[in-house]
């Protein structure tokens, strides 16, 4: 059983930022997120679009926001429980928490905090009769370990910055690559659009406009998909493979923390915004887009903000009756569990002779 003082659902912006308030106070966290990498939409969604509204970023791609995210916390040493779902929650006899995961996995920890942003990403699937026959038998609507497709023979269908990204990824790793687009046009980033235009141009890419695929032949595993021009009523085609990847983005749910007991409206997690977003269950708090309250604003700089309260209230159930008085970092600086000390530098009195 993986054992934490701070136990993080959502692996996301606010969830990333969380741990390094947590650790100012010297509280341990471990983080448990649905996809396979840390940065929630950031990473998934759309990881070379700019943010405009992150203090001292006049522009930051969503990506590299996870990654200074990353860089920030990572001396405070989190856990983290990737590719794997929150799944039930059971309170304690000592009013701690054990969370348990969609693999079986444990986790035990006297404070939850719920940053699941829009919540738990589930895949839209296409709407292909027999695409369920082949989930993890050569469909993949995620991309865990690229390593997977090395010299395979793979089908791509979406258009947007993940199916573009991908693609191109892949074509130095998989033996062939087709990207399948039900319109001429992309969705994604310009960067990436023209990088697979000149792949195209190469022969490292085979790409198929405007096309989808309708249906998927196999036994076992994937052997083929079944393609059908959109020009051509009546024409379709069979292209070989080994893996067919959708990749036409994620639906967001609570899932099965809409089960927990918790007060939900309109598909958003109450908390109290007085004091430090606790939910109805004491030692359960929600922060960032997956919380409501009055005046609630979806934006990551008021997860941030939720982020920090709630940690300070953390401590205190964590350490009853222990006073924590609050210091800058400019003044104390900030001692990392990896043995790290970031400090401003001391000035230098010098006596006049």
């Not at 950031?42 to 860089?71: N, S, V």
């Not at 919540?119 to 050569?138: C, Q, T, V, W, Y």
């Not at 319109?183 to 310009?190: D, K, Q, V, W």
Request: glycine share 10%.
């Amino acid at each position: 059983m993986i054992k934490t003082d701070i136990l993080i659902i959502g692996a996301g912006p606010t969830g990333l930022f969380t741990v390094f308030e947590a650790g100012l106070l010297k509280l341990k966290c471990h983080l448990i997120d649905a996809l396979p990498q840390p940065g929630g939409q950031c990473t998934e969604l759309y990881p070379k679009k700019p943010i405009y509204d992150i203090p001292a970023y006049p522009e930051i791609l969503a990506g590299d926001l996870t990654h200074r995210l990353m860089e920030q916390c990572k001396q405070f040493e989190p856990g983290f429980t990737l590719g794997e779902r929150a799944e039930t929650i059971e309170k304690q006899e000592d009013d701690t928490f054990v969370v348990t995961t969609n693999k079986g996995t444990k986790h035990h920890a006297p404070v939850v905090a719920i940053a699941g942003g829009l919540g738990s990403f589930e895949p839209r699937k296409p709407l292909i009769h027999n695409i369920a026959d082949f989930e993890d038998r050569g469909v993949e609507y995620m991309i865990k370990d690229p390593e997977m497709y090395r010299n395979k023979n793979v089908v791509i269908a979406g258009g947007g910055d993940s199916a573009l990204d991908w693609s191109i990824f892949l074509s130095d790793v998989a033996a062939n690559v087709t990207l399948i687009h039900r319109r001429n046009e992309f969705r994604g980033h310009l960067d990436s659009v023209e990088k697979v235009q000149e792949l195209k141009n190469k022969g490292k890419i085979n790409l198929i406009t405007p096309a989808e695929v309708v249906g998927i032949v196999g036994d076992k595993s994937v052997k083929a998909v079944v393609v059908k021009q959109a020009q051509h009523i009546e024409k379709e085609f069979e292209i070989e493979c080994d893996h067919f990847i959708p990749l036409f983005g994620l639906s967001p749910k609570l899932g099965p923390i809409a089960n927990w007991g918790l007060e939900i409206e309109k598909n958003a997690i109450k908390v109290d915004n007085a004091l430090d977003y606790q939910t109805n269950i004491p030692g359960i708090y929600a922060i960032g887009d997956v919380n409501t309250y009055p005046g609630k604003l979806k934006l990551i700089l008021c997860g941030f903000h939720e982020a920090t309260l709630m940690c300070q209230s953390a401590y205190q159930r964590i350490n009853p009756g222990k006073r924590y008085v609050l210091k800058y970092t400019t003044v104390a600086g900030v001692n990392g569990f990896d043995g790290t000390r970031k400090e401003a530098p001391k000035a230098v009195v010098k006596a006049i002779d």
